[in-house]
């Protein structure tokens, strides 16, 4: 399986904004609005923070928003805190492989 | 609360077979579908499998098929994952994962993950 392109790494001073991407093809990303996005801090279980593109699930902080334009995903995290460092992973379903594919992983760091 | 608990990870010879088994707790565990997704340090997130609620649609990833066999016990509000013919390739954490909307590929909530390490 292919995996969805993310930057290696991505980093931030307290209170700043950062946005990840996530680049995928017209077979994923671009073809269709199921983009998940997961944070995961270390030794711990991935969280989901976004599905459907943007729509957060109760509980989730209004700082992370998500968007898309044509191929590539997009994750914000608005007035940045040390809580949020960590490393967030998106998905998205893929025609090619017929079910879910994840993407390479960023880690995030707050300055 | 909503929970979802591994066990049945360990180290296990090429060729060889373990059985994983996740409890979920805190929800009517037969009115949702379930997933096993395993993570490398490597490959990243890799999904495994997924099973609806009644256990009667089930899907692999090309690489498991054949070897893998997910199953689940309403009764016992457990999801079971039997790894056959297991190789190397097979090492990760293996979460498993409730569907947050069917469909759209979201899980939540994750299992806190069994290790699963194949090697002679």
């Known amino acids: 399986q292919s995996a969805l392109t993310q930057p290696a790494s991505v980093s931030g001073s307290p209170g700043q904004s950062i946005t990840i991407s996530c680049t995928g093809t017209?077979?994923?990303?671009?073809?269709?609005?199921?983009v998940s996005w997961y944070q995961q801090h270390p030794g711990k279980a991935p969280k989901l923070m976004i599905y459907d593109v943007s729509t957060r699930p109760s509980g989730i902080s209004n700082r992370f928003s998500g968007s898309k334009s044509v191929n590539t995903a997009s994750l914000t995290i608005s007035g940045l805190q040390a809580e949020d460092e960590a490393d967030y992973y998106c998905s998205s379903y893929s025609s090619r492989s017929t079910h879910y594919i994840f993407g390479t992983g960023t880690t995030v760091t707050v300055l | 609360q909503v929970q979802l608990v591994e066990s049945g990870g360990g180290l296990v010879k090429p060729g060889g077979s373990l059985r994983l088994s996740c409890a979920a707790s805190?929800?009517?565990?037969?009115?949702?579908?379930m997933n096993w997704i395993r993570q490398t340090p490597g490959k990243g997130l890799e999904w495994v499998a997924y099973i609806n609620s009644n256990g009667g649609t089930i899907y692999y990833a090309d690489s498991v098929k054949g070897r893998f066999t997910i199953s689940r016990d309403n009764a016992k509000n457990s999801l079971y994952l039997q790894m056959t013919s297991l190789r190397a390739e097979d090492t990760a954490v293996y979460y498993c994962a409730r569907d947050w909307r069917y469909g759209s590929g979201s899980y939540s909530p994750w299992g806190q993950g069994t290790l699963v390490t194949v090697s002679s």
């Open positions: 017209s077979s994923d990303v671009g073809g269709y609005n199921y």
């Open positions: 805190g929800f009517t565990f037969s009115d949702y579908y």
